[in-house]
């Protein structure tokens, strides 16, 4: 599976959009990119995830660039319960459903 | 989502004794489930899969013998610490999922050996 960046951390302001980028310039046409989160002492969350074309459901959109070689997860408006670890994990749709977890980008809403 | 439960969420146990963590999918039949483990401050690490029936898949360097797997079920797969010692304190979660479908993770199990 592809690998990604994240940046290891960044804040954000409760009641603003908080958007999250990641680079996987070696993804592949089939696989998908996907964000979970982790809220502390807690197991990670599904949040999203998509191939080619863009996505949004209830908690958040996914914007994923023409070439595939990066994506930002959007929250649209975060709150203090949004702060956790976002990952974002590129891999395929076969029958291996195995996640790598990276280092994760660290967000913490702010009041 | 789907949800998994995972029981006990914490235990403490004595250096050498042995640990069962359970793992349940309480709501849909999962065909494949996976265990994790991670240390403070530190990322998730992939231990095994585990497919219901069939023997589980470790990961290099997961010692099979000392992290035994079983999946009876399509509901429930079981993670045992064998002989377990300070090192293996960690946080253990597991995950569930059905083909093509997302890994819906349970709240986890922290493990401290004494």
């Known amino acids: 599976d592809a690998k990604t960046t994240q940046p290891p951390s960044m804040d954000c302001a409760e009641g603003r959009a908080a958007n999250l980028p990641c680079n996987h310039s070696t993804i592949s046409g089939n696989e998908y990119v996907y964000w979970y989160r982790q809220i502390h002492s807690q197991g990670p969350q599904y949040i999203i995830h998509?191939?080619?074309n863009n996505e949004t459901n209830e908690m958040a959109s996914l914007i994923i660039t023409e070439d595939r070689k990066s994506s930002t997860l959007i929250l649209p408006h975060a709150t203090l319960r949004d702060t956790a670890v976002y990952y974002c994990i590129v891999r395929g749709r076969s029958n291996d459903y195995k996640l790598s977890f990276g280092a994760g980008t660290t967000v913490t809403v702010r009041a | 989502g789907a949800v998994v439960s995972q029981h006990p969420s914490r235990v403490i146990c004595k250096s050498g004794t042995s640990v069962k963590i359970e793992c349940r999918s309480l709501d849909f039949q999962a065909t494949t489930m996976f265990w994790y483990r991670q240390f403070p401050k530190k990322s998730l690490m992939l231990m095994a899969t585990?497919?219901?029936?069939?023997?589980?898949?470790?990961e290099q360097g997961v010692e099979k013998d000392k992290f035994l797997i079983n999946h009876a079920s399509l509901t429930l797969s079981t993670l045992t610490v064998t002989s377990a010692h300070p090192e293996d304190s960690s946080f253990y979660i597991c995950?569930?999922?059905?083909?093509?479908?997302?890994?819906?993770f349970g709240p986890g199990t922290r493990l401290t050996v004494t």
């Open positions: 998509g191939l080619k």
């Open positions: 585990s497919n219901e029936g069939s023997k589980a898949t470790y």
């Open positions: 995950s569930a999922t059905r083909p093509n479908e997302e890994q819906y």
